[in-house]
């Protein structure tokens, strides 16, 4: 068996809770737009560096902010979720 996952988010959620733009909350990360909307579409995974400073700055634990949501995959590539 080989374990595999997706790694979810509530940054987009949070962002819009506290009313900022992707180029404020950027800004105060110290990355590019670009790596926030890469981050909300979850086309992108950050360090666990950039994880906790989102989850800091948010004010959540770090569990609050991203989950990780496990499936296995057999030898043959089927999934068990």
């Known amino acids: 068996m080989y374990y595999f996952g997706i790694v979810k988010n509530k940054v987009y959620l949070l962002r819009a809770e506290k009313r900022w ?3 404020e909350l950027a800004k105060e990360l110290g990355v ?3 790596t926030i ?3 909300e579409n979850n086309k992108f ?3 666990l560096e950039l994880a ?3 989850a800091y700055i948010f004010q959540k634990d770090l569990n609050d902010v991203f989950n990780f949501e496990p499936y296995e995959e057999d030898e043959g590539g089927n999934k068990d979720e």
Do not use: L, N
């Open 21 to 23: 733009s992707q180029t």
């Open 32 to 34: 590019t737009r670009q």
């Open 37 to 39: 909307a890469a981050i």
């Open 45 to 47: 995974i950050p360090s």
């Open 52 to 54: 906790f400073a989102i």
